[in-house]
């Protein structure tokens, strides 16, 4: 799988937008964009996930930049439960690839009250 | 959705001892897998269990010291074998959701403190 970029940590104010990036230069044409985040004490949980449009669902919004080398998860509201590690992963859903998730260090989020 | 239940949720073991750590599927999955994440870190996968075969295994894991089982389309275990402090971690199930496997679950993880 191809390798993601993602900073350290981010913070935020509660209630103000997020806007968490993710650098994949050699994504190829049948890697999918997904997001994962996991919660203090928790497992993983599946956030988003696109291939060149930007989608949104009721947890977030994903941007997927036109040359697909870089993408933004964009929570629109922080809220303090949305305290958690980001996981930006880059997975072949052509069919020939495999359903495992390859996890980078992600992006620690902490949000200020 | 898929609802995964772990079993132990948590654990202190003895040095040279083995546990098996069980994964409860509350629907049929093609797909299960098995993560360890270290203290501080990513998530590494182990392996994939596969149904009625052995399971396959990841660069640097080995069948004798993580034999895994999957009897079935719903369960799984685990075994941490002849366990060392280094194998102190949080061992985690997942399922693909669907059968294009959009989206992964897991479970709540299984914490292993080795002493």
């Known amino acids: 799988d191809a390798k993601t970029t993602q900073p350290n940590s981010m913070e935020s104010n509660e209630e103000e937008p997020v806007h968490l990036p993710c650098n994949h230069s050699t994504i190829s044409g049948t890697d999918y964009i997904h997001w994962y985040r996991q919660l203090p004490s928790q497992g993983p949980e599946y956030v988003i996930h696109g291939l060149t449009s930007n989608v949104n669902n009721r947890m977030a919004s994903l941007a997927i930049a036109e040359d697909r080398k870089s993408s933004t998860l964009i929570l629109h509201r922080a809220t303090l439960r949305d305290a958690a590690v980001y996981y930006c992963?880059?997975?072949?859903?052509?069919?020939?690839?495999?359903?495992?998730?390859?996890f980078g260090k992600g992006t620690k989020l902490s949000v200020i009250p | 959705s898929a609802v995964i239940s772990q079993k132990p949720s948590r654990d202190i073991c003895q040095r040279g001892t083995s546990l098996t750590i069980q994964c409860q599927v509350d629907s049929q999955v093609t797909m299960m897998f098995w993560y360890r994440q270290q203290p501080g870190q990513s998530l590494t996968l182990i392996a994939t269990a596969n149904q009625g075969s052995e399971a396959t295994y990841e660069s640097g894991f080995v069948i004798d010291k993580f034999p895994i089982s999957r009897p079935n389309l719903t369960f799984s275990t685990l075994t941490v074998s002849n366990m060392s402090p280094e194998d102190s971690s949080i061992y985690l199930c997942?399922?693909?959701?669907?059968?294009?496997?959009?989206?992964?679950?897991f479970g709540e993880g299984s914490w292993l403190t080795v002493v």
């Open positions: 997942s399922v693909a959701g669907d059968r294009a496997g959009n989206t992964i679950y």
């Open positions: 992963i880059l997975r072949d859903d052509s069919g020939a690839g495999s359903y495992q998730l390859t």
